[in-house]
């Protein structure tokens, strides 16, 4: 999902008016074991961001490129911070498009992580399965178009009818499946899709990482801006407060939704677009103790509406609505000052057993806590529509933790990833939006690939794709 805030809920005379907590930029710094001025001559690659993705490239760095030194900055004081932090952990492909650039970036990438980033470390994969939820007779249709298209593929999908579906989720609300029309196809089940905790496989990257000795530094708790050079040959450096830090090779940028924000302030005059092109998009996260007589779900569950998320714009149709699934105001439009929340439904048993309930977007800047409340109790609401017997509202769900955070959205509805134009030894990876578990792995493989010069594994097509455009 998003960013690491999280806020607790439950009835409790002791206990105040509940408020979001920040992780973004508070909190005690973690210890660290090396700084910068600890390498002689300076870190070759200056890394960033230190969310799944700029672990994931710094540990290929690391890993391929003998010698070479990285340094990971991050301006969240407790990590895993950012959407690593506050995720479901879907390694999907059901909701995808076969044949696409994107697919074949998040096929290679699904591919890697068994075993990734280190075998034998556990990172809380679940080799659950997903369950696709059509709305209606013209979304079973579609789920029967999307069937075929992932048989051609290679991927193992099943059309389940209601009855079927009952007997694979039966914690799913009974009415709703029985007013399906006999012999309509309700969902698509997907067995081969998997999850992971996007927190344990942070921390098992940052851990490998290093294990590289003095060759990797990370630096969380400081707000890095970039400093775009003026001397033709040199590469951009990175300030933090009023240290400068140079590096050798270049500056590789892998903010997340502080991606724009970063590059527009460091250029206005040239990069003032970024910031509209990686955009921070809001969402909330439901991770609640599993309620008492609620069947345990035994897949990962969403319904149809979401996947219409992942689809580029404008085949989404730019500047209008997202078909609203239900849930609080209309659609999410792509005004970023609008307050509009989309809502779609998932759900799935998390690597603590817990239920981990989902999930809104919305377009409301770098603001973490207004009208969250409000946006929970509409993901509650959604979800009691599949799942009878949950809490009417978050605040009275005891246990309760509501994960709140920032996506980091691309327009285009790809990822940007490659040199950005125009400054050489500057190269950026971001706009992964809800997907930079999934495809962190092959991900940090395309950057490598253009930070060292080598033929792109992936393909030329997938990297022309991915090459950061605005």
């Known amino acids: 999902m998003v960013t690491g805030a999280a806020l607790t809920g439950g009835p409790s005379p002791l206990r105040p008016r509940p408020v979001v907590r920040r992780s973004r930029a508070r909190g005690p710094r973690q210890r660290n074991p090396r700084t910068p001025a600890q390498c002689a001559t300076g870190p070759d690659i200056i890394v960033v961001g230190s969310g799944i993705t700029g672990l994931a490239i710094s540990l290929e760095l690391l890993r391929t490129a003998p010698g070479l030194t990285v340094t990971c900055l991050d301006g969240l004081a407790q990590l895993p911070g950012g959407a690593t932090g506050a995720g479901q952990g879907y390694l999907w492909l059901a909701h995808r498009t076969p044949g696409s650039p994107g697919w074949t970036l998040a096929q290679r990438s699904k591919e890697m992580w068994r075993g990734w980033p280190t075998p034998g470390v556990d990172v809380g994969w679940r080799g659950a399965g997903s369950t696709l939820l059509a709305a209606d007779a013209a979304g079973g249709v579609q789920l029967e178009h999307t069937a075929a298209a992932l048989a051609g593929a290679g991927v193992a999908a099943s059309v389940l009818g209601a009855r079927e579906l009952a007997a694979v989720e039966p914690a799913l609300a009974h009415d709703r499946l ?3 029309p006999a012999g309509g196809a309700a969902a698509l089940l997907v067995a ?4 992971v905790d996007g927190r344990a496989a942070a921390a098992a990257l940052r851990a490998a990482c290093l294990r590289h000795g003095r060759r990797f530094a990370l630096v969380p708790g400081r707000v890095p801006r970039l400093g775009i050079p003026g001397v033709k040959g040199s590469v951009p450096s990175v300030f933090l407060e009023d240290e400068e830090l140079r590096p050798r090779k270049g500056v590789v940028l892998a903010a997340g939704a502080w991606s724009g924000a970063l590059l527009e302030a460091s250029w206005p005059d040239a990069w003032a677009a970024w910031a509209g092109e990686l955009a921070p998009r809001r ?10 007589g609620l069947p345990t779900l035994h897949t990962g569950t969403m319904e149809m509406e979401y996947a219409r998320h992942y689809l580029p714009r404008p085949a989404a149709t730019l500047g209008t609505p997202f ?3 239900g849930g609080a105001g209309a659609a999410a ?5 609008s307050p509009a929340v989309s ?8 690597a603590a057993g817990r239920l981990l309930l989902g999930s809104s977007r919305e377009f409301a800047g770098f603001d973490l806590e207004a009208g969250v409340p409000a946006v929970a109790d509409a993901v509650l609401d959604r979800a009691r529509a599949f799942l009878p017997g949950l809490p009417g509202s978050w605040a009275a769900a005891r246990g309760a933790e509501l994960r709140v ?18 400054c050489p030894g500057l190269w950026l990876a971001a706009g992964h939006e809800g997907s930079g578990l999934l495809l962190a792995p092959a991900g940090a493989e395309l950057a490598c690939d253009h930070i060292l010069g080598r033929r792109p594994r992936l393909g030329a ?10």
């Not at 955070?405 to 125009?422: F, K, N, S």
């Open 178 to 180: 029985a007013a399906w």
């Open 192 to 195: 081969g899709d998997e999850q």
């Open 283 to 292: 969402g909330l996260l439901l991770d609640l103790p599993w309620p008492r």
């Open 323 to 325: 078909p609203q699934a």
């Open 333 to 337: 439009d792509r005004n970023l000052a």
């Open 343 to 350: 809502i779609s439904f998932t759900a799935t048993r998390g």
């Open 405 to 422: 955070g920032l996506r980091p959205y691309a327009e285009r509805g790809l990822p940007h990833i490659g040199p950005v134009p125009g």
């Open 461 to 470: 097509e997938v990297a022309q794709a991915c090459m950061p455009a605005c």
